[in-house]
């Protein structure tokens, strides 16, 4: 799927190094849903609120642009599936729920943080890509 290509003196392919994906001992179904999950761009923005500390549902709502209450509470439910947020259920009234990053969820901080900065950097290149091409 991912091979890298060699061609001989003479044109053709026979020489196919596997894509390091390949060669990975989960690079099924497993492989694939663990980075729809942590690449879908609500997870990775509940990631890097909650990378600040934890926090309860209202205010986790407030501070990730554009979601919607069903949604966060969807993307929450999947990331505590996952192993990387915890939710913890205080026995106050009205109940207290909080939301933080586990220690996996923890070890994604440095990407997010990457990824988001990739993003500033180069948000302006690609607006400038997407106005040329729908333009063409």
Not at 32 to 37: A, F, G, H, P, Y
Request: net charge negative; aromatic share 6%.
């Amino acid at each position: 799927m991912f091979a890298e290509h060699t061609a001989d003196p003479d044109g053709t392919d026979t020489h196919a190094t596997p894509h390091p994906c390949e060669t990975w001992p989960d690079s099924g179904r497993g492989f694939r849903d663990t980075l729809d999950r942590i690449g879908d761009k609500w997870s990775v923005l509940v990631i890097g609120v909650l990378s600040g500390g934890p926090l309860r549902f209202g205010v986790l709502h407030q501070r990730v642009p554009g979601i919607s209450q069903r949604m966060l509470t969807l993307t929450l439910r999947h990331l505590e599936r996952d192993g990387l947020v915890s939710r913890t259920v205080y026995a106050e009234v009205p109940p207290r729920v909080e939301y933080e990053l586990t220690p996996l969820g923890e070890s994604l901080r440095a990407t997010v943080r990457a990824l988001a900065q990739w993003v500033t950097d180069h948000n302006g290149e690609i607006e400038t890509a997407r106005h040329t091409y729908d333009t063409a």
